[in-house]
């Protein structure tokens, strides 16, 4: 079985205005070090329970997990390769944020067997960069992705925003093809999602955010649609797009609905049918990871009904669809919802796979929530991993 481990490292430099991930802007060497301990221990832990687990990929997401020193990299991943099996060809990811990415360090970690990198460029635009109060411009972005390229990584991720007040579809335009220019593998769009606890969301309550409108953000995603299509990149996820062979396969595990350990504050893991979370914020995780408190916080069986919802809803967002054969408990609730979308070929079935077209995929939203609801028996569904990774 094809199996992920995902690591949150917690630290950024800065709150940006629209984030909301499991984050702390308190980071000297002192509270990156007890980190480190506890996440060891953390670690030695979870192998007593999973020692037989190998994992076909492993993902540093954050916060900003390119903040931590080699050195300190090096100890992780020492830690990492002494408890669990990390199969040899292992696609092996780190979340960089620009105003980090210098040779030395880019060199140190590929040294310890970083093979991927996701970089979060969220837009070419500096008055963009500045409203979303993110540190670096996009001088800086350009002099990051030229150094990852310079350093020999050849599968490069990057990050952009979307539907951000004041953006325009040439912005988008324009930043698309800039990573085009600079040869990332990958390029992964993701929509504004504004949260009630960000400074984003206080400007939306005091009526200072003007999000564009919807023509308006089509625009914006069919101009970026259309320019990653006319340079090769396929789009095999409704927001992720990639040259053939460089779709992420840590992702492919969360959308396929596979097994994944999730270890650090905010982390979920996905293991045996059973959804967990050990600690919702860091200080919670540092609590009880010094206190060998080793209950998850949260734990709920997915049943065999709900399992099937879940591969539903996140396996329609792939290009490749799923095999109906996988969801036999949906069969006629789908074979009702289906035909509407069927006839204005929104979504298509072909030798018993099921997919949006790409049209579909413009409004994926509006699809997956008419299909999953008649699905639904009772209780919630769950589908987030930790949020979103690229
Ligand atoms: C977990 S974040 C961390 C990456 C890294 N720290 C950075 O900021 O570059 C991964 C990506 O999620 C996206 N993201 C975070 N918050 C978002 C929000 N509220 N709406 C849309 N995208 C968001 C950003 O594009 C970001 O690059
Ligand atoms: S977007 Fe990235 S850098 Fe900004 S606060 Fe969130 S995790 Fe940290």
């Excluded at 600079?182 to 309550?205: I, M, N, P």
């Excluded at 709900?306 to 969801?327: F, P, S």
């Excluded at 079935?349 to 949006?356: A, H, I, V």
């Amino acid at each position: 079985m094809t199996r992920g481990l995902y690591i949150h490292i917690p630290f950024c430099a800065r709150k940006c205005f629209y984030c909301d991930f499991v984050i702390t802007v308190k980071h000297a060497a002192g509270d990156r070090a007890r980190f480190l301990s506890v996440l060891e221990k953390d670690l030695a832990q979870a192998a007593r329970r999973y020692r037989h687990l190998s994992f076909a990929t492993l993902y540093f997401g954050g916060g900003t997990p390119s903040l931590l020193t080699p050195d300190e990299l090096r100890r992780i991943m020492a830690a990492i390769r002494h408890q669990f099996i990390i199969v040899p060809d292992a696609e092996i990811t780190l979340e960089l944020n620009p105003d980090d990415a210098s040779e030395e360090k880019l060199r140190a970690f590929r040294k310890y067997g970083i093979n991927r990198i996701s970089i979060g460029v969220q837009s070419f635009n500096d008055r963009l960069l500045q409203q979303m109060g993110r540190l670096h411009d996009a001088e800086g972005a350009r002099r990051a992705l030229r150094l990852i390229r310079e350093t020999g990584f050849t599968n490069v991720s990057a990050d952009l925003i979307l539907r951000l007040p004041e953006q325009t579809a040439g912005d988008v335009r324009d930043s698309v093809g800039e990573l085009i220019k600079a040869g990332v593998s990958q390029v992964v769009l993701y929509d504004l999602d504004v949260h009630e606890k960000t400074v984003y969301g206080l400007r939306q309550r005091q009526g200072r955010l003007p999000l564009p409108e919807e023509p308006l953000h089509r625009e914006m995603f069919s101009a970026a649609l259309t320019a990653l299509e006319n340079a090769g990149f396929a789009q095999y996820e409704v927001s992720s797009f990639a040259r053939p062979g460089f779709e992420s396969k840590h992702n492919l595990i969360y959308w396929r609905n596979q097994d994944y350990l999730g270890l650090g504050p905010g982390a979920f893991s996905y293991l045996d049918g059973t959804r967990s979370q050990f600690a919702g914020n860091t200080t919670r995780y540092l609590e009880k990871c010094a206190a060998d408190d080793w209950q998850p916080d949260t734990a709920e069986i997915i049943s065999p009904h709900n399992r099937q919802v879940e591969t539903l809803l996140t396996g329609l967002r792939l290009a490749e669809g799923i095999d109906l054969a996988q969801l036999p408990d949906l069969r006629n609730r789908l074979a009702e919802a289906l035909p509407p979308f069927m006839e204005k070929e929104l979504v298509q079935l072909k030798e018993n796979r099921l997919s949006m077209t790409r049209e579909g995929r413009f409004i994926a939203e509006t699809i997956l929530s008419a299909l999953v609801t008649p699905c639904l028996d009772s209780g919630p569904v769950s589908v987030s991993p930790r949020g979103l990774t690229s």
